[in-house]
């Protein structure tokens, strides 16, 4: 069974960073598309940033641009979201999630796996 595991949050003041990580386990092949999602209390689920299995090409939602990284590790089954200057309104539950196959996109109803979330509160 494919498994993803999230981890890295935690309380940060605004301007701070954390990084999170997501590992992967249990797929015969590569996803062609990872991303980390995100979910405030009382609001949809909102996809943050996709990175393509084979190219490595990403793409990242306005709010979030210039401050987050989406990255992954092949050799270690790993999928990372560096997340740097936070503000407030990024405290949220984080999820990274898998697509077996393309297009990237940030619809959540579009992929097939998803960790269990992990979460992430900055304080102003």
């Known amino acids: 069974d494919v498994q993803l595991v999230e981890s890295g949050g935690g309380s940060v003041q605004a301007g701070g960073s954390l990084r999170l990580s997501c590992a992967v386990s249990?797929?015969?092949?590569?996803?062609?598309?990872m991303a980390w999602f995100r979910q405030a209390p009382g609001k949809e689920r909102e996809g943050v940033a996709y990175?393509?299995?084979?190219?490595?090409?990403?793409y990242y939602i306005g709010s979030v641009k210039g401050r987050f990284t989406i990255s992954q590790d092949n050799a270690k089954n790993a999928l990372y979201l560096q997340m740097n200057s936070l503000k407030p309104e990024d405290t949220a539950m984080y999820y990274c999630?898998?697509?077996?196959?393309?297009?990237?996109?940030?619809?959540?109803?579009?992929?097939?796996?998803w960790g269990q979330g992990t979460q992430v509160t900055v304080s102003s």
């Open positions: 990175i393509i299995g084979g190219n490595t090409s990403t």
């Open positions: 999630a898998a697509r077996s196959r393309p297009p990237c996109t940030l619809s959540s109803a579009l992929y097939d796996y």
């Open positions: 249990g797929y015969t092949y590569r996803p062609d598309c």
